[in-house]
């Protein structure tokens, strides 16, 4: 009984162990896609969501990677000018799975526009991360419009 009530033990201290890691996973994945959607509106913060071999489909069907991202930025307006759109995430769902994440949320996109108030965009994006050299990066990204 002895050698049973041990094997117990270690199984209920590696779970607790390896649910603490997810729980700082979805932590930091939670705190990054937050920082990424405050500062979407900059090159910078793209670099680091993004990674290099990004997969990403948009809600209008298009499909494209982090290259065609940051391209965008090339022309974009000047860094001080105010965005047009702010986002946020609602309810968020992160899941862990070792090395590798899925993260699901609705994106609300609020005009700065006092007056364009009533045309906020919804979107369901799911997201998935990997875990390399200790950093989440985004290597797949599906966004549906909410009609």
Same mark, same amino acid.
């Given at each position: ?63 494209? $990677?982090? *290259? ?9 307006? +000047?860094? =001080? %000018?105010? &965005? /047009? ?12 799975? $070792?090395? *590798? ?9 609020? +005009?700065? =526009? %006092?007056? &364009? /108030? ?30």
């Amino acid at each position: 009984m002895n050698t049973m009530m041990h094997l117990v033990s270690l199984f209920v201290v590696s779970m607790c162990l390896g649910s603490g890691a997810h729980a700082s996973d979805r932590d930091d994945l939670e705190a990054k896609l937050h920082a990424f959607l405050a500062n979407s509106d900059t090159k910078a913060a793209h670099v680091s969501f993004w990674a290099d071999d990004l997969v990403y489909t948009s809600s209008n069907g298009t499909r494209f $990677g982090k *290259a065609e991202l940051l391209s965008g930025f090339e022309n974009a307006e +000047p860094p =001080d %000018a105010p &965005a /047009a759109t702010v986002y946020s995430a609602a309810d968020v769902d992160i899941r862990v799975y $070792g090395d *590798a994440a899925v993260v699901a949320f609705k994106l609300v996109g609020t +005009p700065t =526009d %006092a007056t &364009a /108030a009533d045309e906020t965009t919804y979107y369901f994006n799911t997201g998935t991360f990997l875990k390399r050299d200790g950093e989440w990066r985004a290597v797949a990204w599906q966004a549906t419009i909410i009609p």
